[in-house]
């Protein structure tokens, strides 16, 4: 099952970029895995739940024109995406409220 998770940003630096490099994203049970490489034209990184229910991965792309943060959640075989999703939502919401306009969730 894939998911989408929209995020539209009212700040201008990159939402994915706090994120990454945001202290506090291990008290929300989630983990940095990968991140962008150089030379890419958008900024990418990879989340884990750190959840031992929480099965799955969150694939975050910046797009800079559009202040637009946008997340696919992959979830394998029976795993359900709820438990990663609201663990990143509750993040963003907690850290990042001043910061967010718009959040989308939508089922693929």
Not at 17 to 44: C, Q, S
Request: charged residues 25%; glycine residues 8%.
């Amino acid at each position: 099952m894939q998911t989408l998770v929209q995020v539209l940003s009212t700040h201008r630096r990159s939402l994915r970029d706090l994120i990454v490099n945001d202290r506090r994203l291990e008290k929300f049970r989630l983990a940095v895995v990968t991140e962008k490489k150089p030379g890419r034209p958008h900024g990418w990184a990879k989340l884990h739940s750190l959840d031992p229910n929480g099965h799955g991965a969150i694939n975050m792309e910046w797009h800079q024109a559009t202040k637009m943060l946008i997340c696919r959640v992959v979830t394998k075989g029976s795993g359900r995406p709820n438990i990663i999703i609201g663990d990143f939502v509750d993040y963003l919401l907690a850290c990042h409220r001043t910061k967010i306009g718009t959040i989308s969730i939508s089922v693929r």
